[in-house]
């Protein structure tokens, strides 16, 4: 239901439509503003708002497409209970209250024994904070369910910045477009990032220098002027030499050093471990390509770092992020509002986590904690003294674990267990969705209400709902709050209604009429956060030793950590593999829509050309990559994108919609990372060969 008049626009050439706001639910740093143009009761279009500076009415192809992707044939508009072996993807419609009322029998059952045994798993395919866990996390905590680390994405980088920054804070992305050098480290923004990518243009207009520090040849890469290929992995090298030369050569801000840093001493003695011929060999790059990045980086101004998630995918990722982020500090960069780093701004937003999640409920209960990267091996254990009860039941929302958990042999053995409840809400039948006992129908962004924060930029966006729910879809939080009526949850909290948990999200931090009047609302910042020092850490100084992980016997600076699979430790899997993002897909959504799947073509795994002549491999052959956890069949492509040494294979196909039923996550493993229990799904080690029966 539309609860507000959404925005008309007239007009002798539109005079029927309407026009409403709202924003991208997805999980990328640009976080747009939507104008949905419905007729009748149907969503027509959806675009760029050109109000909202950040998006500046333009979209990237995937989210143009969102139409297409709410109105899929497939979408599912009906619950659906399976009915036929776990992972057979057989189902048959039920209602709605029939259910609902069996799944709750199931969860008190197994509540009545140890809520424990119910584990909610969900990520962020959609960031909006009441679609994601502002209903969910009170039901949850109500029951006492176990908690889940949510760490599959950003936890190492995070940590990073919390030990070095004090939070995940840093430079305001607008002002990337003044900067006169812009180093985009870890990330595709093309693909990834596209917005910010706008701004990089600008700058480069105006005499920037851009370089990108990528193991691939990107598509960011490919426009920047300088690409510094290293190997996976092996950022925190690059770094500390680039400090190296930095007190080398003296191009130091002392001033800025002394009076807003801890631990310089340190990390001085530290940092001349890594003359750059040290790092060269460890990265595989050139000497000069290193040393000259630290005289640019040293002598321009202002300097912006650019860094994303994809470095820290690895097992020293948060060590590297912690290096990485001392460089502006170094250099006085942070002093200019063009200079500094960017991680993720998600801490500046004063989301009001507690009243909206209401751990309170949990009334001193301290479920145990699962970690999401594990739950192919989780899911296969039994009840320990260590590990707590058997995993009985899932609740999966918002996610879809069988195509992005790591080591998915492992996850679908899990998923397949007969004596597992899970229950899917999803749009789609994915693959996770296709293990699941009942199917719950969820609504899209364009029929439900949400509030977003942004971890690309600092503006909050309410998301109104432009169209009725499809079929018989239902909200996230609307299936919640039914679930928390069967189950006897009686606190006022679960009858707030969408629009009330989209105030309380920042509360009065953000004035609530400025998002329902026009959409956004940009968060009061100054524009160069830490021109005078003032970071959010315990001593308001950027910590380059941090005494706190060294009383808990980690390393108090930033090192550089070896991966836990380096090239040349293994005969059998001499490749790195690393697995980004294709462009037109988004994690795994979007891999079902045909018009985006036609221009991804197939699932591909780009070589260099001396790995593939090596084995005998030609461009569109099929290939098969595996290591001792599985394998997983594609399309070879020999190209320049693929260093040696490192094959790329993009991510992340539907397995059922990829060439074997399985996808990249097959070869990857459930190791975390040094610092915030990540993911190391670009730590990888693979053998690639002609597959034994070429198809096509
Ligand atoms: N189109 C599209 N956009 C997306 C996503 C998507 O799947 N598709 N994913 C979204 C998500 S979930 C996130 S978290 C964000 C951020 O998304 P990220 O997954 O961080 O994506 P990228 O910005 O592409 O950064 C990955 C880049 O890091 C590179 N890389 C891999 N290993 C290393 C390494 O060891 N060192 C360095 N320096 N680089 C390395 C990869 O080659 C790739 O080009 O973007 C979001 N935006
Ligand atoms: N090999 C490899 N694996 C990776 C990565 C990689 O780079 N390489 N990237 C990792 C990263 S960075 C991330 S963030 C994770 C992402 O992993 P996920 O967060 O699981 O992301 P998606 O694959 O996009 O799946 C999100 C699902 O949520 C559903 N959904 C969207 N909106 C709603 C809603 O409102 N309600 C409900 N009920 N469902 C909804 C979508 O239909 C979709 O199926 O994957 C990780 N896995
Ligand atoms: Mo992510």
Redesign the pocket.
């Known amino acids: 239901m539309i609860d507000n008049p959404p925005h008309r626009v007239g007009g002798p050439t539109n005079p029927v439509d309407t026009v409403v706001r709202g924003a991208c639910?997805?999980?990328c740093p640009d976080t747009c503003a939507l104008l949905t143009t419905v007729e009748n009761g149907v969503a027509l279009r959806v675009q760029g708002n050109p109000d909202h500076r950040h998006t500046d009415g333009a979209l990237c192809t995937k989210v143009s497409r969102y139409t297409e992707r709410s109105y899929h044939p497939e979408r599912i508009l009906q619950p659906l209970r399976r009915t036929g072996p776990k992972g057979s993807g057989q189902f048959a419609p039920v209602g709605w209250d029939e259910a609902l009322d069996q799944i709750a029998a199931r969860l008190k059952a197994i509540a009545a024994r140890d809520p424990q045994a119910i584990l909610p798993y969900?990520?962020?395919?959609?960031m909006?904070l009441v679609?994601?866990e502002g209903m969910a996390a009170r039901f949850f905590h109500r029951l006492g369910a176990s908690h889940l680390e949510r760490t599959?994405?950003?936890a190492a980088g995070a940590e990073g910045l919390i030990t070095t920054l004090g939070a995940k804070v840093g430079m305001k992305v607008e002002f990337f477009a003044e900067a006169k050098l812009i180093v985009i480290w870890g990330s595709n923004s093309i693909a990834s990032n596209l917005h910010f990518w706008r701004l990089a243009q600008q700058a480069k207009r105006d005499g920037a220098r851009l370089v990108c520090i990528d193991p691939r040849r990107s598509e960011t890469a490919d426009k920047c002027h300088e690409h510094i290929a290293l190997r996976p992995g092996t950022d925190a090298a690059l770094a500390l030499a680039l400090m190296h030369d930095l007190i080398t050569h003296d191009w130091l801000d002392h001033d800025y050093i002394a009076q807003h840093t801890l631990g310089w001493d340190a990390l001085r003695e530290r940092a001349l471990q890594w003359p750059p011929e040290r790092a060269a060999e460890v990265c595989g790059i050139p000497v000069q390509q290193i040393t000259d990045l630290a005289r640019a980086y040293g002598t321009t101004r202002p300097a912006a770092i650019r860094l994303n998630?994809?470095m820290q995918?690895v097992r020293g990722g948060g060590n590297a992020v912690r290096a990485i982020a001392c460089l502006p500090a170094l250099v006085g960069a942070w002093r200019h509002r063009a200079g500094g780093l960017l991680l993720s701004a998600s801490g500046h937003f004063p989301i009001q986590r507690a009243t909206l999640h209401r751990p309170d409920l949990l009334a001193g209960r301290q479920p145990r904690t699962i970690n999401m990267i594990t739950i192919g091996d989780d899911l296969l254990r039994d009840s320990s003294p260590a590990f707590g009860p058997k995993i009985e039941a899932l609740i999966?929302?918002?996610?879809?674990?069988v195509?992005?958990?790591?080591e998915s042999g492992q996850v679908v053995k899990g998923f397949e267990r007969e004596d597992l409840f899970t229950v899917?809400?999803?749009?789609?039948q994915?693959d996770?969705?296709d293990h699941a006992d009942y199917i719950?129908p969820?609504?899209?962004?364009l029929e439900?209400w949400d509030v977003h924060a942004s971890y690309g930029h600092t503006d909050v966006l309410l998301n109104r709902p432009a169209i009725e729910p499809l079929g018989q879809a239902r909200?996230?939080t609307d299936?919640f709050r039914a679930l928390a009526a069967r189950l006897g949850f009686d606190d006022p909290c679960f009858s707030d209604s969408d629009e009330t948990l989209c105030r309380t999200a920042f509360g009065d931090e953000v004035d609530f009429q400025t998002l329902l009047d026009q959409g956004f609302a940009t968060l009061p910042l100054p524009d160069a956060p830490f021109a005078q020092g003032g970071f959010p850490t315990p001593s308001g100084r950027c910590t380059f030793f941090n005494a706190g992980l060294a009383a808990m016997g980690l390393d108090g600076l930033p090192d550089h950590l070896p991966n836990f699979e380096t090239p040349g430790s293994s005969e059998l899997y001499p490749l790195a593999m690393?697995?980004?993002?294709a462009r037109n897909?988004?994690?795994?959504?979007?891999v079902n829509v045909k018009s985006l799947r036609d221009i991804e073509g197939e699932p591909v795994l780009e070589l260099h050309a001396d790995d593939a002549s090596a084995r005998g491999i030609q461009s569109g052959q099929v290939v098969r990559v595996f290591n001792d956890r599985g394998e997983y069949l594609c399309k070879a492509e020999v190209s320049k994108r693929a260093r040696p040494g490192v094959v790329n294979?993009l991510?992340?196909w539907w397995r059922k919609l990829g060439l074997a039923g399985t996808?990249?996550?097959q070869l990857?493993s459930q190791h975390l990372t040094d610092l915030g229990r990540g993911?190391v799904?670009?730590d990888c080690l693979v053998e690639v060969e002609p597959a034994a029966s070429p198809t096509t």
């Open positions: 639910p997805h999980d969900s990520y962020a395919g959609t909006g679609q994601s599959i994405c950003a998630y994809g995918r999966v929302y918002n996610s879809n674990p195509a992005v958990a790591p899917v809400l999803e749009h789609f994915t996770t969705a719950l969820a609504t899209t962004q439900h909200s996230n299936i690393i697995s980004p993002p897909f988004l994690n795994s959504s979007f294979g991510g992340i996808n990249v996550n990857t993911p799904f670009y």
